[in-house]
């Protein structure tokens, strides 16, 4: 399997990057499940950018710096919001239906989410990434120099010492590409490619509780720290404050939109005397409006002082026609399951939501290994710092996926080369399969447990050699037995929950997303770069 540039993920970074450059390159898109089956299809809120005249760029960036905690890289930040509007400008070109206003100045609907200090957020009803998505999804399908492989995980990048360990001894230190399993068959391809690009997604699935979907395993963080990638940020997992609590809805979020437009998070009625009660305010005073981190830790907070499973968000004091227009996703969601948003509150509760941190790269999605890229939320460019502002994940999928397509583009044809096929003449079928669901639920509950909204050194110690122990286990099945999706997503995630743990023990103070409670609260005094692994 021969191309140009291969890419690891189907979600906005990794179709950026597809249609930029498949005027000019043959490319292959490789996607865990089918093409809308990632994070980026679930995207409800909407994208960041600055829009219009009352805002700038300078108040964008700030307001992300402030939400970063003093972590951002400023240079990033800058490139990043400074090409905001031509990304939406590519978007609304490609036909995507963002939510119309005849009175805005570019025509388009622009909302307000917590961490904001203007409207800026775009988007379509509250389903944007889905619009997006479907949009691009289109395009891919139609373009003669798009080649997809759904239903095809992809097992590790092709490397220099990968080749040398082989017997093969190329001219330069670089990727060659990378093996893929088609999940149908069992089948391993090789795929060649001068460009590989990694577009993965996070790792929410590490993780008992999450609005992630189930591709979120992590899968291009670990082949990178396997090849050799520095990887940065990993303590910072980002809670969202805000997910529907219910027995039978599996991961449904209740976009940041709802507090931007009034929701207020009220205590339920099993806190007694106080139920009812708006408690944000008493904890920052930007109230629902203040950053995710600060409202996922007050949310935590009173659960536990109470002993409660779910506070209420309430936006019913809208009117139930504006609820209806701007919300219909939730709003009929929320009906299927008995909860009438326009009359009565939303029961909710964090769940992990975003990975701010990642692969190092710069802004072309560059990483440590010549000719490996990785763009979107499996990259750290340093824009999220400590924590990421709502609606700046899209943003930065869609202007570095371009940057990266820009300069894969520019460069000459890599070195190519004839790849070893994948060996499996040692291994065997696998005698127990359950052991990979046990260890699974394992590692998610006690990285639930353990590394969760408020940590602790001692849990985190705990955590780490419990870690230790699981990792040798599943190294030991991966040499001996045939692999499955199941065992690589596996793999995946028990190394990037050590990359969790270590950057949290690591990192001796409490700032953003990581909060330990033997670490002492950061003053800081600005942004810097980013520390990476």
């Keep these: 399997m021969k191309f140009d540039v291969a890419i690891v993920g189907s979600g906005l970074a990794g179709l950026s990057v597809a249609l930029h450059l498949a005027e000019t390159r043959k490319v292959a898109i490789i996607s865990k499940r089918a093409l809308l089956d990632g994070a980026s299809n679930w995207a409800q809120g909407g994208i960041a950018a600055v829009l219009d005249s009352g805002d700038s760029y300078q108040k964008h960036m700030e307001d992300t710096l402030v939400a970063g905690a003093g972590l951002c890289d400023e240079a990033a930040t800058r490139f990043i919001v400074e090409h905001g509007r031509e990304a939406i400008e590519w978007l609304i070109a490609q036909g995507v239906p963002f939510t119309r206003d005849p009175t805005a100045e570019l025509g388009f609907h622009l909302t307000r989410e917590g961490g904001h200090s203007e409207r800026r957020i775009i988007h379509a009803a509250d389903a944007t990434g889905h619009a997006v998505q479907v949009t691009l999804e289109q395009k891919v399908r139609a373009h003669p120099n798009i080649s997809l492989f759904e239903q095809h995980v992809a097992i590790d990048v092709i490397t220099s010492d990968k080749l040398a360990a082989s017997g093969v001894h190329p001219g330069q230190p670089r990727c060659y590409g990378l093996y893929v399993q088609d999940e149908k068959t069992g089948r391993v391809l090789t795929f060649e490619a001068a460009h590989t690009v990694l577009a993965t997604g996070g790792a929410g699935k590490v993780y008992l509780y999450t609005t992630n979907p189930d591709t979120a395993t992590g899968d291009g963080i670990a082949m990178a720290w396997r090849a050799g990638c520095r990887v940065s940020n990993m303590e910072f997992i980002q809670f969202h404050p805000t997910c529907l609590y219910h027995p039978f809805a599996k991961s449904f979020l209740i976009t940041e939109a709802i507090r931007g437009e009034g929701g207020r998070l009220l205590l339920p009625p099993e806190a007694g005397p106080a139920a009812g009660t708006r408690f944000m305010p008493m904890h920052d ?70 990975t701010c941190g990642g692969i190092v790269t710069d802004l072309a999605g560059r990483t440590d290994i010549s000719g490996l890229y990785a763009v979107g939320e499996t990259a750290c460019t340093g824009l999220h710092g400590a924590n990421r502002l709502a ?10 996926g371009r940057s990266c397509a820009i300069e ?116 800081h005094a600005g942004p810097r770069r980013c520390p990476s692994v």
């Design 408 to 523: 894969i583009a520019a460069m000459a044809p890599g070195e190519t080369l004839t790849l070893p096929a994948w060996d499996e003449s040692r291994v065997t079928n696998a005698d127990e399969e359950v052991v990979i669901a046990h260890n699974w639920d394992e590692l998610r509950r006690f990285m639930w447990n353990y590394v969760g909204i408020v940590r602790t050194t001692k849990r985190l110690e705990r955590a780490q050699h419990r870690i230790a122990l699981l990792k040798e286990e599943i190294d030991e099945y991966y040499r001996n037995f045939r692999i499955t999706p199941d065992l690589l997503e596996l793999r995946n995630l028990v190394d990037v929950a050590a990359l969790i743990v270590n950057s949290a023990l690591t990192r001796h103070e409490s700032r953003g997303l990581h909060f330990n409670r033997d670490g002492a609260i950061s003053r």
């Design 285 to 354: 005073s930007r109230g629902e409006l203040a950053p995710r981190d600060v409202v996922a830790r007050a949310i935590d907070f009173e659960m536990k002082k109470r002993g409660l499973d779910y506070v209420n968000l309430d936006i019913s004091h809208q009117p139930a026609e504006f609820l209806m227009e701007h919300f219909p996703t939730i709003y009929a969601r929320c009906l299927e399951l008995g909860i009438d948003i326009t009359k009565e509150p939303i029961p909710v509760v964090p769940a992990v939501h975003f």
């Design 391 to 400: 609606s700046n994940s899209l943003l930065e999928c869609l202007v570095v």
